[in-house]
């Protein structure tokens, strides 16, 4: 057997003001968020969709609004499951098997 570990991913849709678009996209970018779409709406405002990691929006809705000074709107709804890159698995199992061997 090959097992993988899986993570929930999420679908974020954040509206915000055109000025703050960038910052926005750029914290959704660094959260290992992949951007799925920007869509003009009336007034300045700019709706972005994102597939973000769960375990990278802990704290996200507080960090969004010092970004845009509480400007912006966030919805978050679960999306689907992914495998967890092999980078970060490997970092996963070796902090388990570490507390494994602490605690025989």
């Not at 090959?2 to 929930?8: A, D, G, L, N, Y």
Request: cysteine-free.
């Amino acid at each position: 057997a090959s097992p993988v570990i899986m993570e929930p991913i999420m679908a974020v849709a954040v509206l915000t003001p055109e000025q703050f678009m960038g910052d926005v996209i750029g914290d959704l970018n660094s959260r290992r968020g992949r951007i799925e779409g920007v869509e003009p709406r009336p007034g300045g405002m700019q709706s972005i969709r994102a597939l973000v990691p769960l375990s990278e929006l802990f704290g996200y809705v507080t960090d969004l609004r010092s970004l845009t000074q509480g400007r912006a709107d966030p919805s978050v709804e679960p999306s689907h499951y992914e495998e967890v890159p092999r980078n970060l698995a490997e970092q996963l199992v070796s902090r388990v098997h570490g507390r494994q061997l602490v605690n025989r």
